[in-house]
């Protein structure tokens, strides 16, 4: 007999975006006329840049020929890769890092959710609210998050951040091992100060916390002040994983493709106390339940950092942050309270005399058929907020503020 692990059985069937599909088909059924504009995907629209496209056709043609073939690649990632990575997202701002304290992935979700594989399932878990629901959900499944009482998960420690505290976690008052941190944020499209984070950092490195920090959108940081990398803050590397991707700096969301950082300064303890590196327990892991990201993927990759691919790169995060200050601009003109969106594609929005997120989802919807994303849907400090995303094409991030203009 098969026993299942029951953790999974915890978690609700019912995934937020699953959820805001089936209110959208619903309203297209009775509404079979209205252009509905999604302003609430999460993913990039686009295209590829030209050096990447090019990269990887190269790629494929080598893989065509006997002598240029490749086979299974190292499980780490190749070096022309992660050298392009340390040389160009951080030796510039003052980090060195070693060649195998970077692992290339297939994505920043995957290790995310699979970083857990090397720690306890006992660890306590804090995470800042509201939040990217896969660092709660992975350790839901790893039996890391008790039991959910009410909207909240009893082992996890929700730290709020909301406009009451200006989007900066406050330090929490309960003991954690371990803490997630991804800014720019997702949802909320905030980010923190270089003091904010060298408070985290410090107090991580004196209460022996590791930090699991999702620096997924710092492609998207205009403010030359707000930190890139966690690393730039000195003692970091004692204390953090940093987890990137190009997914929504570079459009990989369907190529797959991102990097973890490990230093090797960097430890978890036994049960009785001794030091372990975790570099050296991710990379064992990795070598047992990954293959390597394909050869074709991180050739496109590496051409982001060519100065074509950089400045491609530059121009579609331009285009969407245009997106975003004109979105931002729009709704603060019809009186609406927005926050995030200078440095990070999201905007965050306080509802309208602050009703449920999911009851100004419904209004927005059936008013003027646009489509964002309940606040409630990302943690409990998400209600009374509304998430909209600046990946959609100017036309319909301009038709969706004039209709808005019109209702409200
Ligand atoms: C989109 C996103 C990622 C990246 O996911 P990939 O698996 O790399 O596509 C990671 N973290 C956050 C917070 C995200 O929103």
Known sequence: MALVNEHFLKLADNYLFSDIAKKVNAYKVTHPKAKVISLGIGDVTRPLPQAVLEA????????????????????????????AIIKNDYATRGISLDNNEVFINDGAKSDTGNIGDILRHDNSVGVTDPIYPVYIDSNVMAGRAGTLEGNRWSNIVYIPCTAENDFVPDLPSRRIDILYLCFPNNPTGTTLS?????????????????????????????????????????????????????????GFTGVRCGYTVVPKELNGFTLAGKKIALNHLWNRRQTTKFNGTSYITQRGAEAVFSPEGAAQVKENIDYYMANARLLKKGLEDCGMKVFGGDNAPYLWMQTPDRISSWKFFDQLLYNVAIVGTPGVGFGPSGEGYFRFTAFGSRENTEEALERFRKWI
């Open 56 to 83: 990887m056709h190269k790629a494929v043609d080598e893989m065509g020929k006997a002598e240029t073939f490749r086979g299974y690649g190292p499980e780490q990632g190749y070096s022309f890769l992660t050298e």
């Open 194 to 250: 270089k003091e904010h984070l060298k408070t985290w950092v410090n107090y991580a490195l004196a209460n022996d916390v590791l930090i699991l920090y999702d620096a997924a959108y710092e492609r998207y940081i205009r403010d030359p002040k707000i930190p890139h990398s966690i690393y730039e803050i000195r003692g970091a590397k004692k204390v953090a994983i940093e987890f990137r991707s190009f997914s929504k700096t570079a």
